[in-house]
């Protein structure tokens, strides 16, 4: 599965899946669902809404980013993989964070909401064939590869996570 991971848009997806060793899709999803929860658990209570700059996202906010984006994913995951040749509209991730009240969130909500999301991406990546992988859409006006979309989710969480460590704790 791991060849597919270069057949991603490019250049701003690509940014994403090269953040990426040579792995597995699968094997990724599944590490990231155990590992992702314990770096969560790992930023205390008082941290959850603290934002390094005026206007930037809280830290409550990019992992609610992170979720609602690989819901997104999915989707297109979903779409392309069933023969869906439907150009898909992008989404304006700003829009969404006024309406995720991520700051009114629990760090313990925003973690069995993060489980649930990519526990639903793993079983619909896990019933994926090879041929299933390869099938195409477009989405945001670029061709996708359903393979591609599966390591953008998994680099996407991978570049926020390397964002909270570097410029938030």
């Known amino acids: 599965m791991s060849e597919l991971k270069f057949d991603a848009p490019y250049p701003f997806y690509k940014n994403y899946i090269d953040l990426l060793d040579d792995v597995d899709l699968l094997d990724m999803l599944k590490r990231q669902l155990k590992n ?28 609610v980013h992170i979720i609602d984006s690989e819901r997104v994913f999915q989707y297109r995951a979903l779409r392309f993989s069933r023969g869906d040749k439907t150009s898909l509209p992008g989404f304006e991730q ?16 925003i ?12 079983q619909l990546f896990e019933n994926l064939d090879e041929e299933g992988l390869r099938l195409k859409g477009m989405a945001s006006n670029l061709d996708w590869s359903v393979g591609a979309v599966g390591f953008a989710i998994c ?9 909270l460590r570097e410029r938030y704790l």
Request: cysteine-free; overall charge neutral; aromatic content about 12%.
């Open 36 to 63: 992702f929860p314990n770096f969560i658990a790992s930023i205390s209570d008082d941290k959850m809404s603290y934002r390094y700059a005026e206007g930037k996202w809280s830290i409550a906010e990019v992992l």
């Open 94 to 109: 700003d829009d969404y964070v006024p309406y995720s009240n991520a700051n009114l969130r629990s760090k313990e909500s």
């Open 111 to 122: 973690v069995e909401e993060y489980k649930a999301v990519r526990n639903s991406t793993i």
């Open 155 to 163: 680099g996407h969480q991978r570049h926020h996570r390397n964002i």
